[in-house]
């Protein structure tokens, strides 16, 4: 998703691989079909949480995802039928940020979650994939915290150095906007 948004943000630029307007459209809805699994993960650590209040800021943030998603498919038709309009090309370019934001934030979101528990799922269900991916991520998270904590390298007011670690396990991978 966040290759196609900058491949989209650098049409508005003539530059990138995009070269024309269908293509350019065609980048909007690859995003929301890209969107719809990250959603569908989300609502199902939602399901699984223990922690009311990780369910219901999850829930908040899938719904938060399928408006701006609906708007998103509004506004690529919309551009689809509007030639040369830069502004409705901006517009779209910034829909497609606050998408990948909010799916960001549901990301996050979801790995509180599985910090603060989830309700096991029955085997062969939607849950069940989602949840092994949440209680795998977990361990790593709890094995680089471990080995985080076991530092023995201490600077002179006693503190420990973390910067020989590497950055800590997350369920999203690292998004650079350029």
């Known amino acids: 998703m966040a290759d196609t948004l900058c491949y989209m943000s650098q049409y508005l630029k003539k530059k990138g691989p995009i070269l024309n307007k269908e293509a350019f459209v065609t980048a909007a809805k690859d995003v929301i079909s890209n969107c719809q699994s990250v959603t569908q993960f989300i609502r199902v650590i939602a399901d699984h ?61 979801a790995e509180t979650a599985c910090i603060t528990g989830l ?34 390298e201490t600077d002179e007011l006693g503190l420990r150095k973390t910067s020989t670690h590497p950055v800590a396990p997350s369920l999203a991978p690292p998004v650079g906007f350029k």
């Open 119 to 152: 309700k096991q799922p029955e085997p062969n269900s939607d849950g069940a994939e989602a949840t092994a991916v949440c209680f795998q991520w977990r361990r790593k998270l709890e094995i680089h915290r471990a080995q985080h904590t076991s530092n023995p």
């Open 49 to 109: 949480c223990l922690d009311k209040h990780c369910a219901g800021e999850l829930s908040l943030i899938v719904e938060q995802i399928l408006t701006i998603t609906n708007q998103l498919s509004i506004i690529s038709s919309v551009n689809a039928v509007t030639p040369g309009c830069k502004s409705s090309d901006e517009i779209l370019v910034k829909n497609a940020q606050n998408l990948l934001q909010t799916v960001l934030r549901g990301v996050h979101a």
